[in-house]
């Protein structure tokens, strides 16, 4: 008997086999070539289209010949599979070591050539031809001539060191959609948002079409812009006068599509000298805009979710997806309800239920512990060990007193976001829940809940039961979406028909006055034609206003936009359509705060509210000579009101209207129904009732508020601290 010993061998026709069959589409192929560069740490990669190359160079760490060798020439080499995380703390996007043959899809040709890190004069140049690579046999006998030499040239952003491929012999036609489909393949590979300084990963497009290169930048832009909320803090510089470590900080709190509210807090003991941040909170259970998928959203949050420091400028590999800093995970699952650091005014009931886990936020802190040390050293702090430092590993920060203000600075933000998001439910609940359907809470809170127990069920199960919840979801906002439509239009139907209804008032008591002026026209009498014309420029204002045609003009876009309006506008834009009816009446709105803002509504819906609130009034208003409806506005307790107040009101005692069921009470017309628009817009309407003419006065929480709000400020400036040294402060 004879025996064989055979090594397996491959045929060449493999690379074809692999490079195609595992990668099926061209954006896929050109996506691979660029996850390579960001494996390689690369901060930039210039993608060129030419007409018949495509290049992609970027700044990573290139290859000696050794790895070109090993790892470029070898085939399905898994060593990707060994590295948990690169130098820059990325984690590698390869694994199979199968990617770049993808390139074969994209063209005949292709030539490398990279520089490593380590020895920056020198470059490698190979060559290959991808039909006589396939014809020359067995793989391992295809051999392909590396040179050597000195580098010629630089590659992304004027780099020493790196690696550029040149695709030539196009098999496609690179139009806008392909192009926008590689920038969807690529944009879990940038970071949500960044610094100007911040080493990030950065994909630069050239195309001779300039459409092309609009559809793949929007494209990246709208991958990072999915964000529900969005939190920017900082520490105030320090103000001369205030007693040692009190701070103060600011807060922007954005919900996607409204204005920002404004929040100032102060801490004490606080030894930091500058922080910023910016977080911003992702809602994932449903649908993302743009068509990004869920999946694709969750798993990048997943892996570069967190909230992560910056040490001037550079990331400390600590601080990231798994790393519960701020406490946010534990706080979550031992379902904290109250704020440790929210003072008591800016609380509700069961506030940090929606306090955000690690994988549904994307953040960055940025602090400076060289700066740091050397305020300490000239502020003689140095030896108590009061300032933030860099533990020697440098990768975490030092666990002292200062890191713990860090902490809670930003965690107070977090805290701030969370029960601001539990009223916002709590309110579009009450209102009818238009604006965020309750049970979309709910399915939510499964989501995270499922996500949770991911590891601890089959992979099948997860998946299967996340996209019944998708589905449930989709199906319950839809319903959700129509019932908001419809009482949309309940809405607004009630307030024109109010005004409707006070235009026809108007006819009425100027029914004799108008007969008249027809009577003596008809008859040839003599007619006072200023007196006449007066009556029937009022006719014709009172008209114009009840069909809404005097109300100022907008643009039809922020019109329907549900934006927090200042109050003051809203007010002119109500009393312009009320004194058409009204000219007797003059509206005094001295005592009106200029910065006050109202909860977010449109123009229509807040004009309107205020319109019948004042023809109310105007009905009302008595004891005087000159006929007069004050406005006055204001904070308490974290509620901001606005009163409506006719001249000779007197102050008898307040009563809410709860319901429509005080509607058509005797001498307060329209309050049940404005009682239910106000609800919509997350106010509560009170009346003062008595003998006399009543005040009416509209409240909403205001925690938080709009820029430069006087009265809060005034009311809450000095009150004693929290445990964590945090109230809301002057600014
Ligand atoms: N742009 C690049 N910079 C540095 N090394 C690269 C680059 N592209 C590819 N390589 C090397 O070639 C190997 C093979 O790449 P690839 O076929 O995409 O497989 P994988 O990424 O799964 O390892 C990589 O593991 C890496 O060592
Ligand atoms: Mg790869």
Known sequence: MTAHRFAFSADAALLRELGERLVGQPHIALAELVKNAYDADAGRVAVAFGPDEIVVSDDGDGMT?????????????????????????RAPTGSKGIGRLAVQFLGTRLSIRTTSRETPDVQLRAEIEWSSAARSGTLTDTAVEVREEARQGTYAGDCTH????????????WDEDALAAL???????????RREDD?????DLTHARRSAVEAFETQMRRNLDIWSARLRGRLLPRRSGDPAGFRRARLLLEFAGEDPIRHDYTMENCDLDAVDFEIRVFSLHRKQRYGIGVEDARRYLREHGGVHIYDAGFHLPYYGPDADWLRMEIDHSHRLARSELLPAELQVDRGLNNLPTLSRVYGVVNVD????????????RLRSDRYLQIQASRDRLVDNATYRSLRDIVRYAVDFYAVQQTMRTAQSVLSGGHDRPPRKVGFDRIGEILDAARDEMPAGVHRALSRQIRRAAAASDAEAARAAAEAERLGSLALTGLAALARERWVDEHRGELETLAERLRSSASVDPTEAADLLERLLDASGSASGRSTVPESATSATRRTRRRLVSVLKEASARTVALHPEVRFDYAAVGEDLRLPAGTAEEWSGLFHVLMLDACEEVGGSDRPTVAIRSGTEHGRAYVSILPSGYRNPGRRTVTDGVATGEAG????GVAAIAARRLCCELARETGSGPGGTTLTWNDTGVAVGDRDRRDAVAHRPTSRAGAMPASS
């Not at 010949?65 to 898994?78: D, K, L, T, V, Y």
């Not at 920038?183 to 948002?193: D, E, G, K, N, V």
Request: aromatic share 10%; proline share 4%.
């Open 369 to 380: 512990t060289s700066r740091e040390w050397v305020v300490a050293r000239n502020e003689r």
């Open 162 to 173: 790196g690696t550029e491929i040149v695709v030539s012999g196009l098999n496609q036609d």
């Open 668 to 671: 307060v017309p329209h309050a």
């Open 183 to 193: 920038a969807q393949r690529i944009w879990q590979l940038q970071t949500p948002f």
């Open 199 to 203: 080493a990030g990963f950065k994909v």
């Open 65 to 89: 010949a050794r790895e070109f060798g090993g790892f470029w020439m070898r085939i399905g080499s898994p060593h990707k599979q060994s590295i948990e995380r690169t130098r820059l703390d």
